[in-house]
């Protein structure tokens, strides 16, 4: 597996990472625990070493799953979890009650965190979303805290705007913005990504395979449980779906020519943007996870990307991200 760095910090991780949260928590069905910790091993067999959790998920299932699976391999990976939204105990499948960035939320959080994941520090602590209500300076001072008293490694922002990233840096290094970005959802591209050139930043891309759909195994007749995300995202009703199949076909143009799967197309692109880029797309089925990682072994050349963005500059995506 080839390595990343994660901008100017000293975190070393697999070109690839591994979102964790559908193994305990979201689209139905959930994975079995047993199994869910046999994959995480075999994830780790395969040279990933980038994991990413959060409290919320769960809320904190997903957490307790990763301390116990990846406890064999501790000091070998990296996790990365988030705090930043607080819960209620009667909301059922949606424990995110609100946004709270407090810094006692924060340390709270850092100290249940640390217990679930079996670690001594945080290896990467993300603020969820930003919180209008706390002031930036303020979450990057907790952090900044807990990074002191060694509770904490490295600090992320999570779907961030340059200005917030701007102002948090100044208080304590941010090592990661984690956002959505894919061939298809570009928006970080215009202000986040120069910023995070600029500042020494990586860049974590979640949902790179666009919920799934950029692996071309959804069409018009696919159907979502209600609990999925997609059932009730404006990107996957049955019109939408194949308004947006030119995408699609750009990726499988592509991918033929280079005995590559349109899902690996896609990672390939990311990867090729900038050499701090590290997508972590979620799977929880060894097929899945090896076909991602077949990833890194497509090299797309100046011409490849540049037919790339041609075809998706003539293609108008259908439907907001949510």
């Given at each position: 597996m080839q390595k990343r760095t994660l901008g100017n910090s000293n975190m070393e991780v697999s070109a690839i990472g591994l979102g964790c949260m559908r193994m305990s928590f979201g689209d139905s069905p959930i994975g079995d625990r047993q199994e869910m910790i046999s994959f995480l091993h075999a994830a780790v067999d395969r040279g990933i070493t980038f994991f990413d959790t959060a409290e919320v998920y769960g809320p904190f299932t997903n957490e307790e799953l990763l301390g116990e699976a990846l406890a064999p391999f501790r000091g070998q990976v990296v996790i990365a979890t988030k705090f930043g939204f607080k819960h209620a105990p009667n909301l059922g499948p949606n424990p995110a009650s609100g946004l709270d960035s407090r810094p006692e939320q924060i340390k709270r959080v850092a100290e249940a965190s640390l217990k679930r994941l079996q670690v001594e520090a945080i290896d990467l602590f993300y603020q969820h979303r930003v919180d209008p209500a706390v002031p930036i300076e303020d979450v990057a001072g907790a952090v900044k805290d807990l990074i002191q008293e060694g509770k904490v490694k490295h600090f992320g922002l999570s779907e961030a705007g340059a200005d917030v990233?701007?102002?948090?840096?100044?208080?304590?290094?941010?090592?990661?913005?984690?956002?959505?970005?894919?061939?298809?959802?570009?928006?970080?591209?215009?202000?986040?990504?120069?910023?995070?050139?600029?500042?020494?930043?990586?860049?974590?891309?979640?949902?790179?395979?666009?919920?799934?759909?950029?692996?071309?195994?959804?069409?018009?007749?696919?159907?979502?449980?209600?609990?999925?995300?997609?059932?009730?995202?404006?990107?996957?009703?049955?019109?939408?779906?194949?308004?947006?199949?030119?995408?699609?076909?750009?990726?499988?143009?592509?991918?033929?020519?280079?005995?590559?799967?349109?899902?690996?197309?896609?990672?390939?692109?990311?990867?090729?943007?900038?050499?701090?880029?590290?997508?972590?797309?979620?799977?929880?089925?060894?097929?899945?996870?090896?076909?991602?990682?077949?990833?890194?072994?497509?090299?797309?050349?100046?011409?490849?990307?540049?037919?790339?963005?041609?075809?998706?500059?003539?293609?108008?995506?259908?439907?907001?991200?949510?």
């Open positions: 990233i701007r102002r948090a840096h100044a208080v304590q290094p941010v090592t990661a913005l984690q956002s959505e970005y894919s061939i298809w959802w570009r928006t970080v591209e215009e202000a986040v990504l120069p910023t995070c050139e600029e500042l020494g930043i990586g860049f974590v891309p979640y949902s790179p395979l666009g919920r799934g759909f950029l692996t071309g195994k959804i069409d018009e007749s696919s159907t979502f449980a209600d609990n999925d995300i997609r059932a009730r995202n404006p990107r996957f009703t049955p019109e939408a779906i194949q308004a947006n199949r030119t995408v699609v076909d750009v990726l499988e143009r592509i991918g033929t020519a280079k005995r590559a799967t349109p899902a690996q197309i896609a990672l390939a692109w990311l990867l090729a943007q900038k050499p701090w880029i590290v997508p972590i797309p979620g799977s929880r089925k060894l097929e899945r996870l090896d076909e991602n990682l077949g990833a890194v072994n497509v090299e797309l050349t100046p011409n490849d990307l540049a037919a790339i963005d041609d075809a998706m500059s003539t293609i108008t995506v259908v439907g907001d991200r949510y």
